[in-house]
């Protein structure tokens, strides 16, 4: 349903279950990103006003998540760290050429924002079936919803303002640079990694 052409390598939550810590604060990191991407497509494309209304309830969820994973942190008595660079995304936003039209450019950052809400809820979705830890699972479920509902609502901006056609195939294509991408990744506790 996500339409992601590569899955995660099952194995990649053992790595993740030996460094719970690594995984909490590169998640916290990626809840704050979310909030910081939506304030900045307010700041670019302030005219697109149901973009707007949408962006503005999506700050607050997202950053509603990172309290919940910063929360967890506390609880197990630990200390946000820094944050690190996610190599996944430095790697995916490299697809689309720099430059065009301003709705150009919109489109090609709301494909990015789907495809990295589309890969978290796999993420998501992997961790609340095989965490052994069953709280942390079911946490990671209510997380795998919401991520869900947000690559639905940026793919679904990309088509109201794009042109149909064009934007499917650039999502598409989109798709299979992804999956070259995440060949090499799922061997390290992040949430991308
Ligand atoms: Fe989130
Ligand atoms: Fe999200």
Redesign the pocket.
């Known amino acids: 349903m996500l339409g992601l052409k590569l899955p995660t390598d099952p194995r990649w939550v053992n790595i993740v279950e030996k460094n719970i810590e690594d995984i909490l604060t590169d998640h916290a990191y990626c809840e704050q990103k979310?909030a910081s991407t939506a304030i900045s497509l307010i700041v670019s494309f302030p005219e697109y006003t149901d973009l707007v209304i949408e962006m503005t309830a999506l700050v607050k969820e997202?950053m509603s998540h990172f309290k919940m994973v910063h929360d967890r942190i506390i609880k197990n008595g630990w200390t946000l760290g820094r944050d690190r660079k996610d190599d996944y995304v430095i790697k995916l936003v490299t697809f689309f050429p720099k430059g065009g039209s301003r709705t150009t450019q919109l489109v090609h950052r709301l494909l990015y924002a789907a495809l990295i809400?589309a890969r978290?809820c796999e993420r998501f979705r992997l961790l609340s079936e095989a965490l052994s830890d069953k709280e942390l699972a079911e946490f990671y479920r209510k997380l795998m919803v919401?991520?869900a509902n947000?690559y639905t609502m940026f793919l679904g901006f990309a088509r109201q303002y794009g042109d149909r056609k064009e934007v499917d195939e650039k999502w598409q294509q989109l798709l299979e640079f992804e999956a070259q991408i995440m060949k090499d990744l799922g061997k390290k506790e992040t949430i991308h990694g």
């Open positions: 979310a997202e809400e978290s919401s991520e947000h």
